[in-house]
């Protein structure tokens, strides 16, 4: 009896010493929709830092100190608002407090600087999208010129809705301007707003590995070529 207690003492300290540590340092994300195609792939699980901007208390989703703010370029993970039921969402910044920003004909200027979008031949990040998804439809571009790094955006070839989108937005205090690389198919801040910093979980920096379900197999592949990547924001 005495054995079987100091057996489950050990699980329920491991148990508990996992949930802190996720909590607290690092947690995964099981990428579930498209919204950011094609830097993140449905079926990528991705490794968030939960120290990249602060601190939080363990089992709480509050942080107690912070030493960074996100910039633009950075992939989040945050709670979502009202509008879409508080889940868990990824979305990239591309907004930050007090920026002004135009999104003319699905072109970004912020604080004056125009966005480069550099159309691909190059189709290869378009292979084995996940969730049914198919590459025929898209275009793909490279987006560059607010943020550190460039990254992939996609458009639909035909009857683009972000091609004919025009707003412009000044970012209040505390908030960020956040969207998703699939930019026709993207729930983001063009349609629910401005994202509270204090929302955010932290920023995902790496997909650990990534799986798709095959057409004919009960079990998921995996992609190999993904283990282990970097997310360059």
């Known amino acids: 009896m005495n054995r079987l207690i100091n057996e489950l003492k050990s699980i329920l300290f491991i148990v508990?010493?996992?949930?802190?540590?996720?909590?607290?340092?690092?947690?995964?994300?099981?990428?579930?929709?498209?919204?950011?195609?094609?830097?993140?792939?449905?079926?990528?699980?991705?490794?968030?830092?939960?120290?990249?901007?602060?601190?939080?208390?363990?089992?709480?989703?509050?942080?107690?100190?912070?030493?960074?703010?996100?910039?633009?370029?950075?992939?989040?993970?945050?709670?979502?608002?009202?509008?879409?039921?508080?889940?868990?969402?990824?979305?990239?910044?591309?907004?930050?407090?007090?920026?002004?920003?135009?999104?003319?004909?699905?072109?970004?200027?912020?604080?004056?600087?125009?966005?480069?979008q550099e159309l691909q031949a190059d189709r290869t990040p378009l292979e084995n999208l996940g969730g049914g998804e198919t590459a025929e439809s898209l275009s793909l571009f490279i987006e560059s010129g607010f943020s550190k790094y460039p990254h992939y955006i996609l458009k639909r070839k035909w009857n683009s809705l972000t091609d004919a989108e025009t707003q412009t937005w000044v970012v209040p205090p505390n908030k960020l301007l956040v969207l998703g690389d699939n930019r026709d198919n993207s729930s983001d801040g063009r349609f629910w707003g401005f994202m509270d910093q204090d929302r955010i979980y932290g920023r995902a920096f790496l997909i650990s590995y990534s799986t798709f379900d095959k057409e004919g197999s009960f079990l998921p592949s995996f992609r190999n070529e993904r283990w282990f990547q970097p997310i360059k924001n």
């Not at 540590?21 to 990428?31: D, E, G, K, P």
């Not at 703010?69 to 930050?96: A, H």
């Open 16 to 116: 508990t010493a996992i949930f802190i540590f996720r909590s607290t340092f690092l947690n995964w994300y099981v990428i579930p929709t498209g919204s950011l195609l094609p830097t993140l792939k449905i079926g990528d699980h991705v490794v968030v830092n939960k120290l990249s901007y602060g601190i939080m208390l363990p089992f709480m989703q509050t942080r107690i100190f912070s030493w960074s703010k996100p910039d633009r370029g950075d992939i989040v993970v945050f709670q979502g608002p009202e509008s879409e039921n508080q889940l868990t969402l990824i979305k990239r910044v591309v907004g930050l407090p007090g920026d002004k920003i135009n999104f003319t004909n699905g072109i970004l200027t912020i604080n004056g600087v125009l966005a480069k």
